[in-house]
């Protein structure tokens, strides 16, 4: 054997004895991943992603993935001569658009992605929120103001929900039998409706509740950026709330961020923003000392 050969043994061996006290203090825990973005859309990438998976409960920790779909679901409401809008991010949902969403959520992007887990070695059960009563909706509600008179006036998004209360049970039942959870954002009211959940949003409701060890949240960006463009490894709910004063936090992250503010303040050990692009980004994160994207715990 050559000493290139040795040095590249060598250095698969002492990225796994880095990686073992992680193995140690988390075994029997939580993650929580949110799967969205351009990894959803890149063959390879959704292959490195479930072996991530597969990995993580092959060492004895439990993970349960929560998936997004929103250009799959644009791209089949396009090719269905549906129309659509957004109001700050979220898509209007008429009842047409919700059986179109439920079916390309729960039924296309989540087998694919079971799918995926097999190929890589694991068992995946694919559910959605009305699943076992997994995530109980409301509707949610939203208002804009005039900017001539100032006055506020609601506007009706439809069946698009938030988690009024989160039921763990199934994936508790899942992961004991030594299978992962693959979740739909899709999650039933009261009222008997069904209703479209961000996913972001109902990824770190279920952290919250099952008092994950990790809430993972993939992106399309590094993380949350400096004002220069650096990465920001380390925040908390109040260096957040500065970052938002000062104009260095806009746009799409801000939502992302409140969800992490309120899965870590509501049980969920820490949650991060990290790049879905790089490839293992999520065991780059959590099993090695250098990090890959911005932790946020609550202080």
């Not at 193995?23 to 991943?33: A, I, L, N, P, W």
């Not at 954002?185 to 060890?213: Q, S």
């Not at 050990?269 to 715990?297: K, N, Q, W, Y």
């Amino acid at each position: 054997m050559s000493t290139a050969d040795d040095n590249t043994n060598l250095a698969k061996a002492e990225t796994l004895i880095e990686a073992l006290p992680y193995f140690q203090r988390y075994k029997g825990r939580t993650f929580v991943v949110k799967y969205g973005g351009h990894a959803m859309g890149d063959p390879k990438a959704a292959r490195e992603f479930a072996e991530d998976i597969v990995l993580l409960k092959a060492v004895g920790i439990n993970p349960v993935v929560v998936h997004g779909g929103g250009p799959q679901i644009g791209a089949m409401l396009k090719r269905l001569g549906v129309e659509s809008s957004f109001v700050d991010g979220l898509r209007v949902t008429d009842k047409q658009t919700a059986e179109i969403a439920e079916m390309v959520l729960s039924g296309a992007i989540n087998k694919e992605l079971v799918g995926w887990i097999a190929a890589a070695g694991g068992k995946a059960i694919g559910i959605s929120g009305k699943d076992g009563g997994l995530v109980t909706a409301t509707k949610v509600e939203r208002t804009t103001k005039d900017p001539e008179s100032n006055i506020e006036s609601v506007i009706d998004l439809g069946f698009v929900g938030e988690p009024a209360a989160v039921d763990t049970t199934i994936i508790d039942t899942v992961s004991a039998a030594g299978m992962i959870p693959i979740i739909a954002p899709i999650g039933a009211g009261l009222d008997g409706h069904t209703y479209n959940i961000n996913a972001d949003t109902m990824a770190g409701a279920i952290a919250a509740t099952l008092g994950a060890a990790r809430l993972f949240l993939l992106t399309d960006v590094k993380g949350v950026l400096d004002k220069d463009g650096a990465l920001l490894t380390d925040l908390d709910p109040a260096g957040i709330a500065s970052l938002r004063a000062n104009g260095t936090i806009t746009g799409g992250m801000i939502p992302k961020l409140d969800t992490c503010i309120h899965a870590v303040e509501a049980g969920c050990e820490a949650a991060v923003v990290l790049d879905g692009r790089v490839p293992h980004a999520m065991l780059l994160e959590f099993f090695t000392s250098r990090g890959a994207g911005t932790l946020i715990r609550a202080g």
